[in-house]
């Protein structure tokens, strides 16, 4: 017979936090959560670049049902629509019951994700080796970018205007491309220098080749000339194409499931592709919303959203007025009415690297979707602070529809810190909130999510959506 609790202990249960919320995990979510994955593997696997992320997202949109948003054209409610933003960015919307007229339901997540570019002038040969002149793109440890298996991938615009697609290295029999690193035996001064002054930016020199030009009749550049000779049969450039192109280098790595238990998730990207995808597949699966509901996936996050391609780019504002105006509202009425989930990551607690972080108010692997009220650095600044009343309306939510959650800050406080696009959504006069997926490992070549927190984050977007 169980022994009847004490006040004490009904006192406690009826007015204190409970704890350990991966006691909310069971069978059957981690079975629905290692399905839902496997999609995502896949997602992340295509979309190293926003490029990609951008095609392979419409393929999926497009075979269920999206069609190119005309501005001209008539809507009901149910049809499924997307607008792409120069290749890079790209909003998928279902109209809604109301339509517009009470504001759209956004998701906003980043497809872009810290990498390296190749400057302007890339090729050049040392020592009788080619190698690619670099600029680093997002916030990177540079070290961690050594000695990795590096992938080729970006688009190049000849001088007649045609474009050539380029991926390098991501086939298990084709070659790939590496910075090197100095052997410890001869790394005494590196070693005792501090971090950001070890490996610079400019050290970021990728080895692209080594044997000189067969047949040559001079002896100037000859392993340079047969690298862009190589390149010039393959894609029919030369080396003043690459004055035009955007070309990056990512990690080779596919995604790959991490421990003995599989319940974790390896790969490049997560950040922020582990919140697009949820969003992403939130979109597709969303049937007849009361209110239109947007997944917008953005570019250039990790350079401050500047651009035309990033958040703070009119693009998603005027695609919600072209919508208003099919209901007859005006576009900033259906703006200021708009509410939004900022999908993005956030730092998974690291017991290795526990100082840190401030256990009581940071997200865990396992914990669920993490909502970040701010992020920001130092006395909360450069952050979209969500209110107390739209706090309480997306825990509502989540909670209603057993959803499992957690709260999130971005490590200790002053120890340095980092923004969203949340603060650009918020300025648009849009309530809004981070809620995203953890991450162990962030910015680094490999990162770390779990599959429970991808398949919450998924049921959060969803049901956001499809809320009366
Ligand atoms: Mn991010
Ligand atoms: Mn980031």
Not at 61 to 81: H, I, T
Not at 254 to 277: E, L, P, T, W
């Given at each position: ?150 992938t080729l991938h970006g688009r190049i615009i000849k001088l007649d205007g045609s ?174 009415k708009s509410t939004c989930l900022s999908a993005d990551v956030n730092a998974a ?120």
């Amino acid at each position: 017979m169980a022994e009847e609790k004490t006040e004490t202990q009904l006192l406690r249960e009826s007015i204190m936090m409970e704890e350990k919320k991966s006691k909310k995990l069971n069978a059957e979510i981690i079975a629905e959560a290692d399905e839902f994955c496997e999609g995502y593997k896949i997602f992340l696997d295509k979309s190293p670049v926003e490029r990609e992320a951008v095609e392979y997202s419409l393929e999926l949109a497009k075979s269920r049902g999206f069609v190119e948003f005309n501005p001209e054209a008539e809507y009901a409610p149910g049809d499924k629509v997307y607008y792409v933003n120069r290749g890079k960015a790209v909003a998928l919307a279902v109209i809604g019951k109301n339509g517009v007229k009470n504001g759209a339901r956004l998701a906003i997540a980043h497809i872009d994700s810290p990498r390296i570019d190749l400057k302007p002038n890339p090729l050049y040969e040392s020592n009788d080796l080619a190698l690619f002149k670099t600029h680093y793109y997002g916030g990177l440890k540079k070290y961690q970018w050594t000695a990795i298996p590096l992938t080729l991938h970006g688009r190049i615009i000849k001088l007649d205007g045609s474009a050539v697609d380029v991926i390098w290295g991501d086939e298990p029999d084709e070659s790939c491309f590496c910075v090197t690193d100095l052997l410890p035996h001869l790394a005494q001064e590196q070693a005792a220098k501090p971090m950001a002054k070890a490996f610079t930016g400019e050290d970021l020199n990728v080895l692209v080749g080594s044997l000189p030009l067969d047949g040559a009749d001079d002896e100037k550049e000859l392993v340079k000339l047969n690298v862009m000779k190589i390149l010039n049969e393959k894609y029919g450039i030369t080396e003043n194409d690459f004055l035009s192109a955007e070309l990056c280098l990512v990690p080779s790595f596919k995604a790959k499931d991490i421990g003995f238990d599989r319940s974790m998730i390896g790969g490049y990207g997560h950040d922020d592709k582990v919140c697009a995808y949820p969003a992403l597949a939130a979109a597709l699966d969303a049937d007849t919303p009361e209110s239109t509901c947007i997944t917008y996936l953005t570019d250039k996050e990790e350079i401050g959203s500047d651009g035309n391609t990033g958040m703070q780019s009119d693009f998603l504002r005027y695609f919600i007025y072209d919508l208003a105006k099919l209901d007859g509202v005006e576009g900033y009425r259906a703006v200021s009415k708009s509410t939004c989930l900022s999908a993005d990551v956030n730092a998974a607690f690291d017991p290795t690297y526990a100082s840190a972080f401030e256990a009581k108010n940071s997200c865990f692997i396992n914990g669920g979707v993490v909502i970040s009220k701010y992020t920001g650095h130092g006395g909360k600044y450069d952050t979209s602070d969500a209110s107390a009343e739209y706090m309480g309306k997306i825990r509502s939510l989540l909670e209603k529809n057993g959803i499992v959650w957690q709260i999130g800050e971005l490590g200790r406080v002053d120890l340095g810190g980092g923004g969203t696009i949340a603060k650009y959504v918020a300025n648009m006069n849009v309530d809004v909130i981070d809620l995203g997926v953890p991450v162990l490992s962030m910015h680094a070549p490999f990162e770390i999510v779990s599959k429970t927190d991808v398949y919450m984050a998924y049921r959060a977007f969803y049901e956001f959506f499809m809320q009366k």
